[in-house]
């Protein structure tokens, strides 16, 4: 899950080496459409965090949530195109909390804050990196303001990853050897930028060629015809294909994952009570022991957070 709007910008990082990642289910990642979770008490007078939400929100409902889901394990769709993963299932359990139902909307990752800020979304849920740039609205290319920044309430640590086919790695196991190579990446992540950074190192006649697509999921088509290099992605989710693609035959992680950094939930600065209810409840969901339940049945507990912050990224 930015280049100047967002899934993930500068210091859009993943988790701890050697984290497993759980298979759920065979994934059917084509197509669009809108999937809702649903709590169990949404709406419900037993939701203890309920009164902490904004009335217009509590009123109705419903939190919309924009998000790519294209991004196994973290957010995907399972064979019956239910979304599933790990933000799906936080965003149940602090439904619970909060008395309503998140309702996750399918968008390209370069669209969401965009989406948010339009009041399309009420939040953006999607392995998003919390950053400096992104809080403050600026474009990570050119270091000028695009837009307002947004809030973000942190809830995972993870970092960035390379990977190739398995068994042609290209010698490549640091960045600096991607320099005269072909690197696939989705558009406006923290892999993007850092391959952008990349790049200006790289010397004469040794050219970085990027190649960013909407999604993840081309990206691994691209990496698996052999049409690039190497692809990046943030670990979790590079871990995930590496697990599943060609029942564990297709790709390799070659090196070490870079720039760990925290996902956070990202809200519009004009919604602090929004945001605070959000804390409040993944706090709840931390203290309860049902955060780290989540986290390990995908495989993601190594990412695991102590506190909920607000605005936690550098």
């Known amino acids: 899950m930015t280049a100047s709007s967002t899934r993930r910008t500068t210091t859009r990082t993943r988790l701890a080496a050697g984290v497993s990642i759980a298979v759920a289910g065979t994934l059917l990642l084509s197509g669009c459409g809108d999937q809702t979770n649903k709590s169990s008490d949404s709406g419900s007078s037993s939701a203890p965090l309920a009164s902490k939400l904004p ?12 998000s790519d889901i294209a991004y196994a394990p973290v957010e995907f769709k399972d064979s019956s195109g239910k979304v599933v993963g790990l933000d799906p299932d936080l965003a149940a359990a602090m439904g619970k909390q909060l008395g309503v139902t998140f309702k996750f ?7 969401l804050l965009t989406g948010l800020r339009s009041g399309r979304y009420d939040i953006a849920m999607s392995a998003m990196t919390d950053n400096k740039n992104r809080q403050q609205g600026i474009d990570p290319d050119t270091g000028k303001k695009v837009g307002e920044g947004v809030d973000f309430v942190d809830y995972l640590t993870a970092g960035v990853s390379i990977y190739t086919r398995k068994g042609d790695t290209k010698g490549i196991t640091t960045w600096s050897d991607l320099c005269g ?8 992540t923290v892999s993007e930028d850092l391959a952008k950074q990349e790049a200006k190192k790289c010397p004469s006649g040794k ?11 081309q990206s691994q088509t691209r990496l698996r015809s052999g049409g690039v290099d190497a692809a990046s992605s943030d670990f979790p989710v590079a871990a995930y294909a590496v697990k599943t693609s060609g029942g564990g035959k297709d790709f390799q992680i070659v090196g070490d994952q870079v720039e760990a950094a925290p996902y956070g939930i990202a809200v519009s600065k004009k919604q ?14 931390v203290t309860s022991g049902e955060y780290e339940t989540i986290l390990k ?7 695991a957070v102590k506190e909920s912050v607000i605005n936690g990224g550098k």
């Open 55 to 66: 009335s217009d929100i509590r009123d109705k409902g419903v939190v919309e949530v924009g």
């Open 105 to 111: 909307n399918n968008g390209t990752f370069d669209t």
């Open 181 to 188: 190579k072909k690197l696939a990446v989705q558009r406006s």
């Open 207 to 217: 050219k970085l060629s990027i190649e960013a697509f909407d999604d993840d999921q």
């Open 272 to 285: 602090a009570q929004l945001r605070d209810a959000l804390q409040a409840a993944m706090t709840a969901l």
């Open 297 to 303: 049945k995908w495989g993601a507990q190594d990412g």
